[in-house]
């Protein structure tokens, strides 16, 4: 667990894609975060365990997991697991326990997840052909415009878009018209004509125009056929695609999990995109799906528009899965946009401790970027426990200004050493940023704070994190 990158966690660049991450996690795996930090939160407590508190932790783990709708055997398997591990002499010895036992429950659901991050497989002779395949529905065409913008942006490569969903009335034009708007090639329609055709066709236009990758996007139909499966696999032998996905919609869950399991058995996959997980899908299709299929989830769709499609990271969902904050990637997304000598600053300054005004303005500018408290807060370790309370809250945007201008309003001095801003320092500093003193000491006591609860995270101390009392201060 990366405790000793926490001291980065107000930093991030606030591109649209971090934000949509922050979203997404959020709704999905809301419910299961909820308990794990319920759970977690009571372990922590203790000073050591015995053995039937941690069968009784072990027993809330996997209801937990049921009520999240993951698949029975991989329950099973977690459980099977984590209990050798939780029961053993090191955790109940240990003096962080419920620390540890995070540890270890977080370690097997990045196995289950799928270990690494998987790439597409692009090593083909060009064109690389990438067929989608799942149910009606299930956002193939959506999703095939993403795959192909994502490629342009992150691969650089040239994609040409092709259905053969000859079925559904007005399917071709639906992706046609998706690849017109983002300028992406597509196969021109010629009515009538059959789906191998229709393939065939785009192999020639393919090598012809020079495009690095097709991808194909086929017919489904409301529940897998026959008829379905046979064409799929006419299509497959034809275009040797070397990527096979399934297209999956998260939110029915376990019947998500059963068709991964019969497009596996009839058609081969390699890779699953899971979709909707901007939905309140409980999670249960992400946690379950590389287990039960042996496929890795590539990509996560979050939305409808052509740029919501993630990356799947099993080691962030598992992050965000046990509560602990997306840490990884808001210190990978702050370092994109931050200068790495700066960040290291921060980081040293939080560690011993002078962690200085200077520095917090220069969070505060970056959490304007990101969408403001709310979307910072949201990263933050332990932060659906004071969900509700955020809810409630009403973040005021205008405090993130208004901070800002008192601290411009300071000295150079006084920015360094907060402490020796006595009555007549605020009395300037109040006229100079348009504020009273009240304001002042406000901001004075939640740096305070902030330093504080930074410091105690930068110690990987178990206590630390966002809780009620301390969210109250920064409204
Ligand atoms: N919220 C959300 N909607 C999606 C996502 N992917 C696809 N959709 C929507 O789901 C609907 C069906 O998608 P479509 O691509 O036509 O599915 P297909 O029948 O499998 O080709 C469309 O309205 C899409 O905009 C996603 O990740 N999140
Ligand atoms: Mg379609």
Do not use: H, W
């Not at 799906?289 to 042996?294: H, P």
Request: a positive charge; aromatic letters at 4%; one cysteine or more.
């Amino acid at each position: 667990m990366p405790l000793e990158t926490k001291g980065s966690t107000l930093v991030s660049d606030g591109s649209p894609a971090s934000a949509i991450f922050i979203g997404v996690n959020k709704i999905m795996f809301e419910n299961l975060t909820n308990k794990f930090e319920e759970i977690f939160s009571s372990l922590k407590k203790e000073p050591s365990l015995n053995d039937s508190q941690v069968d009784d932790g072990m027993r809330r783990i996997r209801q937990a997991l049921l009520d999240a709708d993951v698949a029975l055997p991989v329950v099973k398997k977690l459980i099977e697991n984590i209990k050798p591990q939780a029961v053993g002499q090191e955790i109940i010895r240990s003096t962080t326990p419920g620390q540890m036992i995070i540890k270890v429950v977080f370690d097997e659901i990045v196995k289950i997840l799928g270990d690494s991050k998987s790439d597409l497989n692009l090593n083909a002779v060009p064109p690389a052909c990438l067929m989608l395949v799942g149910l009606q529905g299930s956002g193939k065409t959506t999703t095939a415009a993403k795959l192909a913008k994502y490629l342009e942006k992150n691969n650089k490569k040239k994609s040409l878009l092709v259905s053969l969903d000859v079925y559904r009335p007005a399917a071709q034009e639906q992706l046609n018209i998706l690849g017109e708007k983002n300028l992406i090639q597509t196969l021109p329609i010629v009515k009538d004509q059959l789906p191998i055709d229709i393939a065939k066709r785009a192999l020639n236009a393919a090598s012809l125009s020079g495009v690095d990758t097709i991808i194909f996007d086929t017919a489904g139909r409301t529940q897998i056929d026959l008829s379905m499966m046979n064409e799929i696999k006419e299509i497959k032998s034809l275009i040797n695609p070397i990527e096979t996905i399934l297209v999956a919609d998260s939110l029915t869950g376990q019947v998500a999990v059963n068709i991964a399991q019969e497009f596996k058995k009839t058609v081969d996959l390699t890779g699953i995109v899971l979709t909707r997980a901007d939905g309140d899908g409980r999670g249960g299709a992400a946690l379950s799906m590389k287990f039960t299929t042996n496929t890795p989830i590539k990509f996560m769709g979050t939305g409808e528009k052509i740029e919501d499609l993630d990356v799947f990271y099993p080691d962030r969902i598992a992050n965000r899965i046990l509560g602990m904050g997306d840490v990884v990637s808001l210190v990978e997304k702050a370092s994109q946009d931050l200068d790495e000598e700066k960040i290291k600053k921060t980081e040293e300054n939080l560690k011993s401790g002078s962690f200085s005004m200077e520095d917090y303005l220069g969070q505060l500018r970056q959490m304007k970027k990101m969408g403001g408290m709310e979307g910072v807060l949201s990263m933050l370790p332990g932060v659906s426990k004071i969900k509700k309370q955020m809810d409630n809250a009403n973040i005021d945007e205008s405090i993130i200004r208004t901070n800002e201008a008192i601290i411009l309003s300071m000295t150079k001095d006084e920015r360094l050493n907060p402490k020796i801003i006595n009555n007549s320092r605020k009395k300037r500093i109040s006229s100079g940023s348009g504020t009273d003193s009240a304001t002042i000491n406000k901001l004075l006591k939640q740096f305070k704070m902030m330093t504080n609860m930074m410091k105690k995270m930068s110690k990987g101390d178990p206590q630390s994190g966002m809780s009620p009392e301390i969210f109250d201060q920064l409204k």
